[in-house]
């Protein structure tokens, strides 16, 4: 068949036919099949722009200025950085940086993510578009500015995250604490940055926001649509975590840690928050530790848990000790290439104990280890099925993961893999892993699972990514 017949019996398609054909197409052959001919590029294009990536201002402007403009209605997807692509070039002012967002913000209804990487803080101008953004529901802003310099107050990105419809996953990383709600921390010995110049933020109008409100970060605890909350690098030390009313129910909560303060400081704002919205929780990430008395607490939801590569080893234990009456099914431990034997060091000292835990409850009960239903013992993490062990993405590192260790550390790191390995068979547990999967996994098997117990022993070593909503 020709090329000019079977470009015909293209067009003889009908549209509906042929946006369900390019649908299914990776981007690669969509960018190729729309340079046929101009019909099959119009056909091509709400794919094309369905997910838009500008990595600096430059890249923005120059979207803008090339596009048509009803193009950018087939947007859903949106990242954006403000950033200059030269760092040593003159910054653009706030209002035009925002401007351009505003362009963009204006002409894409469909919009349903939304990643802002602004460098410093954005013009108050840039709230007025996201009351009409009724599609939008995740939002991630981050700071990759020098936040002593150009600081991106909790103000600002609180307006804007309530100046949206049905906002239901909220990110945000490296924002800074507002001098109006921060009194306590202006001239400690603990240095943490402070916004001072954004008292003429507007509040939005909005039903959730009842007057008189501040504009602080746990005022997001009162967005009713809310699921999703993830705080990273960002200081949370707000009394008001601790005595707001949650309005929303939160299923997914990813907290770090705040460079500028201390571990003890980190973990007790940690702690306040999980245990504000907690009874709704079933997976939490956290940088810092929690536990002790106060916090022992069980969380009636929570089936998934993720520890952090900047997590303090020395609390792994007490902090998974904290959490155990909680319906864990799985934990994820992310941990940096020099730290894997400590945390499996760790990962078997946490699995002692909830053995010793187990065989207590045998005990007492009277029943053998393959007459006890483990999701129905109760006590100390009774469901758990997976724990998951892996080497997190380090950019100061060379690609190759082994590039600069010598073999003595690479053979001692094996080492410890395979005693983790030997200690889990021990305990009925089988350690696999998935080449797709760049992560220890050390995951419980039932005797239901496999007929027998078999215990698998081939765990391999490979690069992983913290966690991210």
Not at 245 to 274: Q, W
Request: aromatic share 4%; glycine share 6%; net charge negative.
């Amino acid at each position: 068949m020709s090329a000019t017949t079977t470009r015909s019996t293209w067009h003889l398609l009908p549209t509906e036919l042929k946006l369900a054909v390019v649908e299914s197409l990776t981007n690669g052959d969509i960018k190729s099949l729309s340079r046929v001919d101009q019909r099959t590029y119009q056909a091509c294009v709400p794919a094309l722009f369905k997910t838009v990536c500008l990595d600096n201002i430059e890249a923005m402007e120059a979207f803008l200025d090339a596009v048509p403009r009803g193009y950018l209605a087939y947007i859903e997807n949106l990242d954006v950085c403000t950033a200059p692509a030269n760092p040593r070039a003159m910054p653009m002012l706030a209002r035009v940086r925002s401007d351009f967002i505003i362009a963009l913000l204006s002409a894409t209804p469909r919009l349903a993510a939304l990643t802002l990487r602004v460098s410093g803080t954005l013009d108050n101008s840039i709230i007025a578009p996201f009351p009409y953004l009724q599609n939008l529901r995740k939002l991630s802003i981050a700071n990759v500015g020098d936040e002593v310099r150009a600081p991106l107050s909790e103000r600002l990105v609180v307006s804007i995250a309530f100046s949206i419809p049905h906002l239901t996953s909220f990110s945000l990383s490296r924002v800074t604490r507002s001098a109006m709600y921060a009194s306590d921390l202006a001239g400690v010995s603990t240095y943490v940055p402070l916004a001072t110049a954004d008292v003429d933020i507007p509040t939005p109008v909005s039903p959730a926001l009842p007057e008189g409100t501040p504009l602080s970060l746990p005022s997001i605890l009162l967005l009713p649509t809310l699921k999703r909350l993830a705080l990273k690098d960002t200081h949370l030390g707000d009394e008001r975590w601790g005595t707001v009313t949650p309005r929303c129910r939160l299923e997914v909560l990813d907290l770090g840690a705040c460079a500028h303060e201390e571990e003890a400081v980190n973990s007790a704002c940690t702690a306040r928050i999980v245990g504000a919205v907690g009874d709704s929780l079933n997976e939490v990430g956290i940088g810092s530790a929690i536990g002790g008395a106060d916090d022992d607490a069980p969380l009636a939801s929570l089936r998934r848990l993720h520890i952090s590569p900047f997590f303090p080893l020395e609390r792994v234990v007490d902090t998974m000790s904290a959490l155990a009456a909680s319906p864990v099914e799985s934990v994820r431990i992310e941990c940096f290439a020099e730290d894997v034997v400590d945390v499996c060091a760790r990962v078997e000292e946490f699995l002692t104990l909830r053995e010793g835990h187990e065989r207590a409850l045998r005990e007492m009960r009277g029943a053998k280890p393959a007459d006890t239903d483990a999701a129905e013992q109760g006590g100390w993490f009774a469901r758990l099925r997976t724990i998951w062990v892996g080497v997190a993405d380090d950019a100061s590192t060379c690609d190759s993961t082994n590039c600069c260790e010598d073999e003595e550390e690479k053979e001692e790191r094996h080492a410890a893999a395979r005693r983790l390995e030997a200690f889990c068979a021990g305990l009925r547990l089988g350690g696999t892993v998935q080449d797709e999967t760049p992560r220890f996994k050390i995951r419980s098997k039932t005797v239901e699972e496999n007929g027998v117990v078999a215990p698998v022993t081939d765990v391999r070593r490979g690069k992983g990514r913290a966690m991210t909503l």
